[in-house]
């Protein structure tokens, strides 16, 4: 195993391996869903991904993490909302008229990622990315690739979104 990939979990580092791999294979691209948060652009599938929604009321929980803001009631689903920002260890800040939730389904669970915005999405060819180099929570984000605009987009590894 080498160095780049010191820190992550064995089923991190397969996710990393098996996107590589197929992308290679067959040469062909995978689309991701791109949003920014404190500044940084970060990457999920669209595969996981269920829909964008704005304005809706967060209600808290009791004795939950500080990243988890509460849950909703999204057409009687009720869905847990968890702040990227805090989840990567960021300060909170005020949501505004830009901040989405990004409602993604991870494995049988579907979360909401709240974001201070969504981007765009791309298709970013896999065999291209590279290891992130590992502090603190940033495990979250497992891979990284450079886009055409010069930008630095962040992968983030779903399943770990809910980890605590």
Request: glycine share 6%.
């Amino acid at each position: 195993m080498s160095n780049e990939k010191e820190g992550l979990t064995a089923q991190e580092i397969l996710e990393i391996e098996e996107m590589g791999n197929a992308a290679a294979e067959d040469g062909s691209t995978k689309e991701f869903l791109t949003f920014v948060s404190d500044g940084l652009t970060y990457g999920v599938p669209t595969e996981h991904v269920i829909e964008i929604i704005t304005n809706h009321t967060i209600r808290p929980l009791p004795l939950v993490p500080d990243y988890v803001q509460g849950i909703i009631n999204l057409r009687g689903q009720i869905i847990p909302i968890i702040d990227i920002r805090l989840r990567l260890g960021k300060p909170f800040i005020e949501y505004s008229s830009t901040t989405c939730i990004i409602i993604l389904d991870i494995g049988s669970d579907r979360v909401g990622v709240c974001v201070d915005s969504v981007s765009q999405v791309l298709p970013l060819d896999l065999s291209e990315s590279s290891p992130v180099p590992l502090e603190d929570r940033q495990h979250l984000a497992t891979s990284m690739i450079s886009v055409e605009d010069g930008k630095v987009v962040l992968l983030l590894n779903c399943s770990a979104i809910t980890e605590s």
